[in-house]
């Protein structure tokens, strides 16, 4: 690892803004008494993210007064961590490439001549614009698509020198490319489909298509109860959604008219306890969306593509639908989703009713890629 100093010209002051002060004083909060300091790495980040990308030697200092730390315990924290930048970054991007040794041997090297060409000689350093700057870092977990590099909090994978190039296209035209893998895969699913495990489509629900999913299901059914598994499978279904209407992968798709075959019985059983249960608690519904235009339910955790599309047949479209339900209600929604207990252990309600009122939630703040109260980043 290279040597890591701050930079010479720093400025004067650093004071969170009044949101971000709020959010510090209740993170401390969490610690127990003596411990707070173990907020320093969150709290470093957070003044970072406030400091347009970079942290200044007056925030670790502030940070330091704040959890009553000597200055230079927060000095070695953040010349230690490459996730905090001890000079300025570009406003568009700061280019973190990976340059350890699956990442160099896959091609990091080609990215790095192309950081020198299109943003500055050397690491450190802006772009004459001031919107790019990069560095060489040390392997940042994601080396099964190497090469990778990190921008702020994505990771950009698969990468080419036209990759890389199109990337920086991009971010200068002021645009958020999609992160993940730059090519077509899901994840970290093999480039070529799967290649083992693919005799076991008995237990895979019928809701899979892709091959991430039917990995995870499979890891679920060695070790998973059946709710469990639904939870998992749905969360996977979260995860790679946006993946979901490219992904044309076959091996997953034999899996899944294996998997229809096999769990016939089980829909039918499942429609048959739906048909049972009384009207008399089914939320108010809709025939469609209020003007044409539904609410993402997806912003709330634990809804993925399917759920939403169960829930819009079912007549549900907006959050605050979601927000008045009664206990009586999400019984009725429990049943006719064959899962018990999801409403609930997700706080559905909860989330509808901030999302309704026009606010964020954790989950959907990250599911935007936007995850902070936070300065300009
Ligand atoms: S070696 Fe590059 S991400 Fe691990």
Partial sequence: MSVRRIAQEQPETFEFNAENMIWAEELIKKYPVGKERSAVIPLLWR????????TSEPAMRKVADLLGMAYIRVYEVATFYTMFQLSPVGKKAHVQVCGTTPCMLRGSKELIEICKKRIAKTPH????????????????GACVNA???QIFKDTYEDLDEKALEDLLDAFARGEQPKPGPQI????????SGLTTLTDVPEYLPLNLTSDSEVAAEKNLNADKTSEDKEVATETAENETSENKAQDSNNSAEDLKSAAAAALTEKSTESSSAT??????????????????????????????????TTLNALGFYH????????????AWVDNSLSFKGRIDRENWLEQAKTLASGEETEFSKRAN????PKGDK
């Avoid at 634990?302 to 759920?307: A, F, H, I, T």
Wanted: aromatic share 8%.
């Fill in 47 to 54: 003044a970072q993210e406030q400091n347009e990308g970079w």
């Fill in 125 to 140: 350093t802006l772009s004459e614009d001031g919107d790019f700057s990069w560095e060489e870092v040390e392997c940042l």
């Fill in 147 to 149: 090469p990778m590099i």
């Fill in 184 to 191: 077509e895969r899901t994840l970290s699913c093999p480039e």
């Fill in 275 to 308: 048909d049972d249960v009384s009207d008399d608690h089914r939320p108010e519904y809709l025939d469609g969306p209020r003007d044409g235009q539904a609410d993402d339910l997806k912003m709330i955790k634990g809804v993925g593509p399917k759920l939403e």
């Fill in 319 to 330: 959050f605050d639908q979601i927000a008045n339900w009664t206990r009586e209600n999400i």
């Fill in 369 to 372: 890629y936007d995850d902070t």
